[in-house]
């Protein structure tokens, strides 16, 4: 998927008094999901937040899931999320990708192989399968190749909703992935991101921008902090394959400068 192909630096910070940070939906541009070859620059921000108390609620599906994010073509960001589940799926039929080590498991918990030729090779079908070319996917390309893909393959799979009255219906996402399913996001506007703690405060960074794109859950976060002041901040997230090039697996603040236009929880069987 797409570099970075310039940062713009924002230091931000919460503190005494803070209110919380969250950006506004950003309109749909199409149905067409691609953010190579769209001239919008992608950005770099911080937001540091101090507090008094801090909770969290996170659950991820496997210790580390699939985050490939390579490509021979552009505009196949749908591609890389379809090589991306079934990437999760080849764990339980190693058929679905041919001469890959799916994963192994370490202490008990289980982790996923990073992407090799093979997994480059699922993506070059997916994006015949799927018919994308320039101007990306739609979601029903995307669902079409899926099937198309899993038949050749001998396999059946399932797409359920994860929206309600044209909305993002996080709490039904949550219930998939809990569920052992990923949840597939289509966006306009996405973001990817890393924090850091440290002794009553947090660093959260955000690699930023406006482009269609599409993205894979493979989990959730929630956090709740209390300011000194008795304020309090909510912030949720989805543990994601960003399929971005240089930044391939972070967290996605569903609320902050984006739009979830369509999401989809995906099982193969």
Known sequence: MKKIKHIFA???????????????????????????????????SSVTIEYENRDEDMFRMVLRHPYYASTPYVAACACVAGSNVIGFYDRYDENLIPDHEAGYYFSGQYLYSIEDSAVTAVTRQLYADMGTNNSGTTVTEFKDGMRTYCTRKGKSISFSSCMKNGQFDYETAKNYMRANQPVVLFCSG?????????????????????ANHVMVGFGYKIVDYTLSTGAALHYEYVTVASGVDGKPKGFYDINRNTKINDAIAINIY
């Not at 008094?17 to 149905?31: I, K």
């Not at 996405?190 to 921008?209: P, T």
């Open 190 to 210: 996405y973001n990817v991101v890393d924090s850091f703690l440290s002794e009553k405060s947090e660093n959260i960074d955000y690699y930023e921008s406006g």
């Open 10 to 44: 924002v230091a931000l910070t919460v503190m005494l008094g803070g209110a919380a940070l969250c950006g506004n939906a950003m309109p749909a541009r199409g149905d067409t999901y691609c953010d190579d070859g769209i001239e919008l620059l992608a950005d770099l």
